[in-house]
T-cell receptor
Framework: NAGVTQTPKFQVLKTGQSMTLQCAQD?????MYWYRQDPGMGLRLIYY???????DKGEVPNGYNVSRLNKREFSLRLESAAPSQTSVYFC??????????????FGPGTRLTVT | SQKIEQNSEALNIQEGKTATLTCNYT??????LQWYRQDPGRGPVFLLL?????KEKRKERLKVTFDTTLKQSLFHITASQPADSATYLC???????????FGKGTMLLVSP
């Protein structure tokens, strides 16, 4: 049981490049989330998916797109990376479609640097 | 606007003492509150969840209280150990019940 996995672990991009962060969970959870964590700012929600086939914006969605590929996988895409997107990105999942009622399980994170 | 406040200064305590961390909130009426632990370079790990009708919850050496009148939760670690050193995050349920908002966390340092 791997829990929540994320790839890659580290990535360096040049301004304007694109990339997709991958996330998968094997706990049969309905809800999945993407957060970014910056020093002094805490965890901020980018996008979430309450169930397969639905996605919604969080607090800081600008510059990102997501895809809920199936129940297991939720990807985050940066179409044109900017230095302001340098951050640590965490994927999380939780049971139930009202995911706030349940504990969230986090992946190990992706450290992204945009130069 | 909604706001969650956790002490930004690190809390330094000696091994064996009780650590108490505070989470204050404004303009929220959360039904649930959660606490997480985060070690450097790792994702947060869930510790405890407390509902608004529960005044106190315990798990081993951990205790959480939730005072909806004061708009405050206290997180206690009794008989603290150096291995308890980490950053502790509180998180509140948002209206719509699908998402959480996290506080910025408080770093706890337990010295031998």
């Amino acid at each position: 049981n791997a829990g929540v996995t994320q790839t890659p672990k580290f990535q360096v991009l040049k301004t304007g490049q694109s990339m997709t962060l991958q996330c998968a969970q094997d706990m049969n959870h309905n809800s999945m989330y993407w957060y970014r964590q910056d020093p002094g700012m805490g965890l901020r929600l980018i996008y979430y998916s309450a169930s397969e086939g639905t996605t919604d914006k969080g607090e800081v969605p600008n510059g990102y797109n997501v895809s809920r590929l199936n129940k297991r996988e939720f990807s985050l895409r940066l179409e044109s990376a900017a230095p302001s997107q340098t951050s640590v990105y965490f994927c999380a999942s939780s049971g139930g479609t009202l995911g706030g009622f349940y504990e969230q399980y986090f992946g190990p994170g992706t450290r992204l640097t945009v130069t | 606007s909604q706001k969650i406040e956790q002490n930004s200064e690190a809390l330094n305590i000696q091994e064996g003492k009780t650590a108490t961390l505070t989470c204050n909130y404004t303009n929220y009426s959360p039904a649930y509150l959660q606490w997480y632990r985060q070690d450097p370079g790792r994702g947060p790990v869930f510790l405890l969840l407390i509902r608004e009708n529960e005044k106190e919850k315990r798990k081993e050496r951990l205790k959480v209280t939730f005072d909806t009148t004061l708009k405050q939760s206290l997180f206690h670690i009794t008989a603290s150990q150096p291995a308890d050193s980490a950053t502790y995050l509180c998180a509140l349920l948002n209206s719509g019940y699908s998402t959480l908002t996290f506080g910025k966390g408080t770093m706890l340092l337990v010295s031998p």
